[in-house]
């Protein structure tokens, strides 16, 4: 089976750091991708990971480890913009994307 | 505009009947698959394509069928449709299946049940 758990929502203040955790166990595995999605909009492409480690991008900052399951998305310096659902993702075999709930990010002043 | 077209963008109608989604991926991908997102609920894998031939199935009803035509364009067909059924209706597609671009998602169709 599939299964990817990351949490339902999280708020955090202007300016600030917030970690967004990501658990997976599924049957194949060929990257992880994190995905911002505005209500009722498209879901955008933010980061892909397919080796452990760390990958940077302006703000924002995505981390895998394969033997532990785990990824985390960072997002620095937030803004009010980032107020947004963030998707984890898993491509297994096929190189579809399985999804996991979303993580609602609200951003306090 | 991601490149990734789908029509409608809203779609209302009754209980039992019949709808087709349209969506035309971006220019070069050959890779088309399709999502339902309902209210409160993670984006669920129904079917993909790639370069005309089904290659993946999710949890997709029997209700639901879907094709990939020639030009790559592909269509979702909905058929005796039930209140639960309303839900967004995401398109997406991607060069090849392992690009590490991911995938680029239309805009969606809202469908409504009523």
């Known amino acids: 089976g599939q299964n990817i758990d990351q949490p339902t929502e999280m708020t955090a203040t202007e300016g600030a750091i917030v970690q967004i955790n990501c658990t997976y166990q599924?049957?194949?595995?060929?990257?992880l991708f994190w995905y911002q999605q505005h209500a009722g909009e498209a879901p955008t492409f933010l980061s892909y990971n397919v080796l452990d480690g760390l990958e940077e991008k302006g703000r924002f900052s995505s981390f895998l480890s394969r033997s532990k399951g785990y990824s985390y998305l960072l997002l620095k310096e937030l803004q009010m913009k980032d107020s947004a659902s963030y998707l984890c993702a898993v491509r297994v075999e096929g190189g579809k994307l399985i999804f996991g709930q979303g993580t609602e990010l609200s951003v306090k002043p | 505009d991601s490149g990734v077209t789908q029509t409608p963008k809203h779609l209302i109608t009754a209980t039992g009947q019949r709808v087709t989604l349209r969506c035309s991926p971006r220019s070069g991908d050959l890779s088309v698959y399709w999502y339902q997102q309902s209210l409160d609920q993670g984006l669920q894998f129904l079917i993909q394509?790639?370069?005309?031939?089904?290659?993946a199935k999710g949890n997709i009803l029997e209700r639901f069928s879907a094709q990939q035509f020639p030009d790559l364009h592909s269509e979702l067909n909905l058929s005796s449709l039930e209140l639960g059924d309303s839900a967004l209706y995401f398109c997406?597609?991607?060069?090849?299946?392992?690009?590490?671009?991911?995938?680029?998602f239309g805009s969606g169709t809202r469908l409504t049940v009523v």
């Open positions: 599924t049957s194949g595995f060929n990257g």
């Open positions: 997406a597609s991607s060069v090849e299946l392992g690009a590490a671009s991911g995938y680029t």
């Open positions: 394509y790639y370069n005309g031939e089904e290659r």
